[in-house]
């Protein structure tokens, strides 16, 4: 129970039940705003320009029990006084990895860009919910041009899409739509009501493949992986001699998904040419360009997705090469006839 000393800071207007605040925080608007002001302090002196100095470590490397120590991470009954969060906070900026250093290389990741961290600041602060335009008017019509703009660079002049809170989902929400475009009865009746569905992707495609037949119950032998060269590259030769084979065995392809950016050698399948064999076969044609996909963007680079306007989705993450913040992911789908209908459907309606 709050003792009156605890409770002196309460809004005058809280509503206490058994002891508990039900309408708001205990604390008063002033102390709020001063962390507010103090910790942005931190950010801007401890990351913001500590961070991307190149004089500066990467890392203050810390072996897990040292760091949990160091942290104080359990949780506590009581709150801490207002200088132990500050060094919490700071605790917190130190022993972490700075991804925006220069000297911090990794492929999710491509430095920080100032007026990006500032749009953050907002959204954060706003803590918006970007599902209908009466909770989120601003961002509900950000979202729409900004998706309109990644259609514009993919060479479709109409299309939809829609954020996910990663590349794996956006994945997943491609398979579960070309599934959904070819059983339209499994979301009522199961998959019982489904005959035995194969999907192709590259033998060097993303983990989330198998995955996404794991979770949406397609079974990751049902993921048939195509031969890539020593490049990297899926070779479409092989695609059309594992369609045919999945056909000879009963089974009914639905799905090929090309990669634009692999994982560890960043190579990009040949988009045509893999067109040319879903259009054939009337397979659903998914790139999964999370990682390559602002290549679009580069005069010299654009042509290694040559093709990609053939897709019927795309996967495409803002946050990697155009360095937007974590997460930023987009699933773009290219007919809009279908496409809402579908995402509604397959994705979220109950």
Known sequence: DSSPQETTGMKKNAVLVDGVV????????????????????ILMNEVVHKATDVTEKVCEWKDPEQLKKLLDVNIKDI????????????????????????????QLYGGMDHYSLAARFITEALNPSVYTYEVSPVFILTEEAVLLKMMGFLGWKEGDGIFSPGGSVSNMYAVNLARYKYCPGIKEHGLSSVPRLVMFASEECHYSMKKAAAFLGIGTHNVYFVK??????????????????????????????????????GAFDPLDDIADICEKHKLWFHVDASWGGSALLSRKYRKLLHGISRADSVAWNPHKMLMAGIQCCALLVRDNTVSLILIRNAIFSP
């Open 22 to 41: 039900l309408n708001g925080p205990i604390i008063d608007s002033g102390s709020g705003e001063k962390i507010v002001e103090e910790v942005f302090r």
């Open 228 to 265: 890539a060269d020593d490049q990297g590259k899926m070779i479409p030769e092989d695609l059309e001699k594992q369609v045919q084979k999945a056909k000879e065995e009963g089974a009914v392809p639905f799905l090929v998904v090309a990669t634009s950016g692999t994982t560890v050698l």
């Open 79 to 106: 709150g801490e006084p207002h200088q132990k969060l500050l060094q919490h906070c700071q605790n917190a900026i130190k022993y972490s990895v700075k991804t925006s250093h220069p000297r911090f290389f990794n």
